[in-house]
């Protein structure tokens, strides 16, 4: 049985995506719903990550009603669905699936006391829900006019019973709605106007259910105000609009404090403007009121905005006039970027403990903050938070002895993942994100404990060391060796308008007060050298915060590989340390080359290793690294053995260009003690296992499944004579095999429990290279990455009999002729050379333009009749009749080397004797 360690993913930006209830925080993280406990002591994170939906989650509701605790979510599937706890209580279930809408789902309010809930969606609808017998069925859909796009709701029930909904969205004002009883239907009464932008985010403050007690609606809009809107019990008339006006009537942007009326038409409430709250610098997301049972008596409003600080607002009790009195995060104007200069940055969401003794904020990054409130100190202290990648993880690579785990995606950054050791708890947690880039990442792989490799959308990759802050804090709280080398940097940082990160030097506090501004430079704004705030994160007793792995974590960049002509498609490291195989995506033989570097000077391994034709999407050596192993999208692998003279180049060994019938997708080699055995996974749905002999390579196994093979990974030792085989297809199943030392027959076959796998392709798998007990059942760590934007460590079981045999196909052999190029004529090398072509070419280019200017020159002197103009033309006329000639020549050239173009390319590829032994050699006039 499977059990699910730890579970690291991003949280969605979008202001209605996350909720929090005592004992539980849900948020989108992609297409997942993933539940936390941020009270836990133990800082396990998240423990579960739910699918059903297709696509990312934009809102999530709980609601804790009579029927028990219900998770209400929205996507831009356009779909909502409704959870439900299990039976165990664990964990949660989609019970019901609501399709009503026709675009996407951006907004859910509810009220847990009467089991209602409203939807807004892109269709410009706002539909109302009943939840009843753990059923919800549609009570109303309101179409909003003028029509715009709900971007936020919120519900209240005043004391008469009546129940007022406020909608607002890509517009400047606030409807507000509402019914009177049951079985009446939601109707337009007050339109609020005032904002300048649109309205983010809404929320009722109802301290009291007395009819008698006033109710706040606070709105934050993208003009980065916050307004105040007073329902006050009136019996008075209010001079307003007739409801059949209210849609259509013009919108005034002066402070007005006319009041509409809003309730049954026996219970009326005035509503007003009460206050206009100014103090942050960007766009406010969300606004929030405290809890009724939280630690001040009056009302407290939380804001989030995307000048990287959340406030909170309240009315002062003597003057009442509303003040901020805490603000928690940064000054923006200090940090650059704002929305208006297209910047992504900020807290999207501002979140109330349920106790009111805390808050959580969700960051550009993905990543969650969390403050808790100390009475003794009367301060706000920052606590441990969550952080994961927002996009794909494409690659993850262990450390050589196991201590950490490096992560890579398409949100451009790599993170380090480590287990935070102290007495009585182990947890997972991010370390260091020592790259953040400008290009969608990769691949990665791990050279040494201190330093590794990555790939991205660009022609290189780049190489990275381990900074001494970084080092100490692993020793001090994940118990791993410390370097012994002294010449590890202490930090790293980005240059403005660069994307390699430049080895600083961390300054001592006392330097770094005695020089605080030198030469008209500011040396507290992060540069270096470096301030005593990287310094003090060697004395951290937590992992580190948000802020700390956003800017003081970077690993300094060490070197630069080049060769490659377009964007680098996979790496792979030996186990020595001493090399890199790399790759690029390719549409041709000339780009899907395999590049070697070594790592001493960092020098390229010349010449490239040409085989594929296509890009090659994994590459591996062998744990003596004696061979090295590519597959490829033209559904060939190769074998590349080390040569025996020179330690650094390799050779071709075997190959099969026909290993699957469609592309290759991933490769891994098993432990040594089997001899040397490989797994190739394919789009064609199959997993195949070879084994190299006497030159050659067998297919001794063949496991199929019902979905594209993405991953695959044999386990790095035996156990108990037997071996495990791991593979991820891309439906997002990964799959546990057992097979026998001696015969690789299969012993057990299991298939991890859907709670426990990704709900997207399956990118990559690794298995933790630690030394494990020997036992009758598969014991390990391993690591899955995924297109859902999870990533998951570890997942520890056992694969016993109980589980059953697999179907393996038949036994499939095939010869293979091993074929070095060296071997081929001097004629067959030299066939067709895209060089000479390239030559050539350039030849009759200029030829053609020395005739333009000799015949330019024979019009001009013509005009002035001299006799040398005649010699001059019949000059002219020889030399266009031999680039007549020439051409000619030309296109014989090319026809020829378009009719062996194919016949060329499969001898190179396949090493076929009878390729070899007819050589095409040009005609000499074409040469």
Not at 469 to 476: M, P
Not at 581 to 602: G, N, P
Request: proline share 4%; net charge negative; glycine share 8%.
């Amino acid at each position: 049985m499977a059990t699910l360690d730890f579970l690291a993913a991003g949280g969605n930006r979008h202001p209605s995506a996350a909720d929090w209830r005592p004992g539980l925080m849900a948020f989108g993280a992609g297409n997942n719903l993933a539940l936390r406990n941020p009270e836990d002591e133990l800082c396990r994170g998240i423990t579960a990550l739910l699918s059903a939906h297709t696509d990312t989650i934009n809102a999530v509701k709980i609601l804790d009603g009579h029927t028990g605790r219900r998770i209400i979510t929205g996507s831009a599937d356009r779909t909502i669905h409704v959870w439900k706890a299990t039976q165990e209580g664990s964990t949660f279930e989609s019970i019901q699936c609501l399709t009503e809408h026709q675009g996407s789902v951006n907004v859910l309010s509810g009220l847990s006391d009467s089991g209602l809930f409203a939807s807004g969606s892109a269709d410009g609808t706002v539909n109302v829900w009943s939840i009843a017998d753990s059923e919800a069925r549609l009570v109303q859909s309101i179409s909003l006019k003028p029509r715009y796009l709900p971007l936020t709701s919120a519900l209240v029930q005043l004391g008469d019973g009546t129940v007022l909904l406020a909608v607002a969205g890509t517009s400047n004002r606030i409807q507000l709605y509402a019914r009177s009883g049951d079985a009446a239907p939601f109707e337009l009464q007050a339109t609020l106007a005032g904002h300048e932008g649109w309205v983010r985010s809404l929320d009722f403050n109802m301290r009291s259910s007395d009819s008698e007690t006033d109710i706040i609606l606070a709105s934050a809009s993208q003009d980065k105000y916050i307004r105040l809107w007073r329902l006050h019990r009136s019996q008075e008339p209010a001079y307003g609009l007739e409801p059949s006006d209210l849609a259509s009537a013009p919108v005034r942007k002066s402070l007005s404090n006319m009041a509409h009326q809003v309730g049954a038409a026996e219970h009326k409430y005035n509503v007003t403007f009460e206050a206009l709250l100014i103090g942050h610098e960007d766009w406010v997301y969300t606004v929030r009121w405290a809890p009724s049972q939280g630690r001040l008596a009056t009302s407290t409003l939380l804001s989030a905005s995307a000048d990287n600080s959340i406030a909170m607002w309240r009315a002062d009790e003597k003057s009442g006039v509303w003040i901020c009195e805490t603000r928690l995060g940064e000054i923006s104007a200090q940090k650059g970027s704002t929305t208006a200069t297209g910047s992504t940055g900020g807290f999207w969401i501002g979140l109330w403990r349920p106790d009111g003794l805390g808050v959580a904020s969700l960051g550009r990054t993905g990543s969650w903050k969390q403050w808790a409130y100390h009475s003794s100190s009367d301060s706000w202290l920052q606590q441990m938070g969550i952080s994961g990648h927002t996009k794909e993880v494409q690659a993850l690579a262990w450390a050589p002895d196991g201590s950490y785990l490096l992560s890579t995606g398409s949100d451009q950054t790599t993170r380090l993942f480590a287990e935070w050791k102290r007495e009585g708890s182990l947890s997972w947690h991010e370390f260091a994100r020592p790259q953040i880039h400008g290009y969608d990442l990769n691949c990665i792989g791990a050279l040494t404990p201190h330093q590794f490799i990555s790939g991205a959308d660009e022609k290189l990759l780049r190489v990275f060391n381990k900074p001494r802050v970084t080092d100490q804090l692993l020793s001090n709280l994940c118990g791993t060796k410390g370097s012994t080398d002294g010449e590890l940097p202490d930090a790293a940082n980005i240059p403005v308008l660069g994307l390699s990160n430049k080895a600083v030097t961390v300054a001592r506090d006392d330097d770094v007060a005695n020089s605080t501004v030198k030469d008209g430079y500011d040396h507290d704004d992060a540069s270096p050298p470096m301030n005593g705030t990287r310094n003090a994160a060697v004395q951290l007793d937590h992992p580190p915060f948000e802020e700390h792995l956003a800017r003081h974590s970077l690993w300094p960049e060490h070197e630069k590989l080049y060769g490659h002509g377009y964007e680098i498609s996979t790496a792979a490291c030996s186990n020595d340390g001493m090399l890199v195989a790399t790759a690029c995506k390719a549409s041709s033989i000339d780009h899907a080359v395999i590049r070697l570097y070594e790592c001493q000077e960092w020098r390229e391994v010349k010449p490239p290793l040409t085989a594929h034709s296509l890009t090659v999407t994994s590459l591996s050596f062998s744990p003596d690294d004696r061979y090295l192993l590519s597959v490829s999208r033209d559904r060939g692998w190769f074998v590349f053995e080390r040569g025996q003279t020179d330690s650094k180049a390799y050779n071709l060994y075997c190959n099969n260009t026909k290993g699957h019938s469609r592309m290759i997708l991933d490769c891994s080699w098993a432990p040594k003690d089997l001899g040397y055995v490989f797994a190739t996974a394919g789009r064609d749905k199959a997993v195949r296992v070879w084994r190299l002999a006497d030159g050659k390579a067998e297919c001794v196994r063949t496991e199929t499944t019902n979905a594209a093979v993405t991953a695959v990974a044999f386990s790095m030792k035996l156990d108990a004579s037997n071996v495990t085989l791991a593979f991820g297809t891309e439906e997002g199943n990964v799959h546990i095999v057992r097979l026998d030392a001696d015969s690789l027959g299969v012993l057990s076959s299991a298939m991890l429990d859907q709670k426990t796998v990704p709900s997207g392709a399956v990118n990559a798998l690794r298995w933790r290279p630690i030394h494990h007990d020997s036992s009758d059942t598969i014991q390990g760590q391993i690591a899955v990455a995924s297109d859902d934007a999870s990533e998951r460590r570890t997942l520890q079981g056992s694969t016993s009999g109980a589980a059953g045999k697999s179907g393996w196909n038949g036994l499939a052999k095939q010869s293979l002729t091993d074929f070095s190029e060296s071997e081929a004529s001097p004629g067959f090398r030299s066939f067709a050379s895209p060089t000479l072509l390239c030559w050539d070419s350039i030849h009759y280019v200029s030829q053609f333009g020395l005739l333009i200017i000799t015949v330019v020159e024979q019009v001009l002197a013509y005009q002035e009749c001299s006799v040398l103009s005649y010699g001059r033309a019949a000059g002219a006329i020889f030399t266009f009749m031999a680039l007549v000639l020439t051409m000619v020549s030309l296109t014989s050239h090319i026809r020829t080397y378009s009719r062996y173009k194919e016949e060329y390319r499969l001898a190179r590829l396949c090493g076929s004797p009878e390729c070899v032994q007819k050589p095409v050699i040009l005609p000499e006039s074409s040469r």
